[in-house]
Nanobody
Framework: VQLQAYGGGLVQAGGSLRLSCALSGHHFSGYVMGWFRQAPGKEREFVGSINWSGGNTYYADSVQGRFTISRYKPGYTATLQMNSLKPEDTAVYYC????????????WGQGTLVTVSS
């Protein structure tokens, strides 16, 4: 199983950025794909997730209404559309996946850095 996250960069506050995560090496129809982030000096936190089969999404309160997760078929690619970015959104963003009944994420991609300047 491989996850490849990409799309990070530098953006001004109030701007937008879209991250993508490509999943390969498995059949993910019964899985959940999640986005996490880790800011400097802070613990990793949950950003949001999407159920691969039904497309149900969940978001952390801190990004609700600003971030949108989508999935694309065929194949397994998910995106994290980030709007109205704030300096506190600066972090390394990771995508990860787990089976829908699992309690922890088993597979992780490498992170991609998002920097929001004020």
């Amino acid at each position: 199983v491989q996850l490849q996250a990409y799309g990070g960069g530098l953006v001004q506050a109030g701007g937008s950025l879209r991250l993508s995560c490509a999943l390969s090496g498995h059949h993910f129809s019964g899985y959940v794909m999640g986005w996490f982030r880790q800011a400097p000096g802070k613990e990793r936190e949950f950003v949001g997730s999407i159920n691969w089969s039904g497309g149900n999404t969940y978001y952390a309160d801190s990004v609700q209404g600003r971030f949108t997760i989508s999935r694309y078929k065929p194949g397994y690619t998910a995106t994290l559309q980030m709007n109205s970015l704030k300096p506190e959104d600066t972090a390394v963003y990771y995508c990860a996946t787990r089976f829908r009944t699992a309690t922890e994420y088993d597979y992780w991609g490498q992170g991609t850095l998002v920097t929001v300047s004020s």
